[in-house]
């Protein structure tokens, strides 16, 4: 069974930077592709970013673009780098194991098969 426990929410000013980790056990990278959810309050869950393991393939909501980097390592630990924050990136942030068709996914709401608990960030 897939499981996703993330990390490292944090308060932040305006301009700061944080580091999300999701340590996702129980799965193997060909079977997923991994991403990040939030959900600012009163929003609904957004995309963030996507990636597959071990392919090229990367997608960014136009919000975050060359701001947040999505990154995976060999420990099955997914990343969130994200700088120049603002406060309309405070929200409860989420891991997500993503349906995977090849080397390809779709990173929307339906396709996530597996959610960890979410770490909140603040930036004010």
């Known amino acids: 069974q897939v499981q996703l426990v993330e990390s490292g929410g944090d308060s932040v000013q305006p301009g700061g930077s944080l580091r999300l980790s999701c340590i996702a056990s129980?799965?193997?990278?060909?079977?997923?592709?991994m991403a990040w959810f939030r959900q600012r309050l009163g929003k609904e869950r957004e995309a963030v970013a996507g990636?597959?393991?071990?392919?090229?393939?990367t997608y960014y909501a136009d919000s975050v673009k060359g701001r947040f980097t999505i990154a995976h390592d060999r420990k099955s630990t997914l990343y969130l780098m994200m700088n120049a924050l603002k406060p309309e990136d405070t929200a409860m942030y989420y891991c997500?194991?993503?349906?995977?068709?090849?080397?390809?996914?779709?990173?929307?709401?339906?396709?996530?098969?597996?959610w960890g608990q979410g770490t909140q960030v603040t930036v004010s």
């Open positions: 997500a194991a993503v349906a995977r068709d090849g080397g390809t996914c779709e990173v929307t709401l339906r396709a996530v098969r597996v």
């Open positions: 129980g799965y193997t990278t060909s079977s997923y592709c």
């Open positions: 990636m597959v393991p071990g392919g090229d393939g």
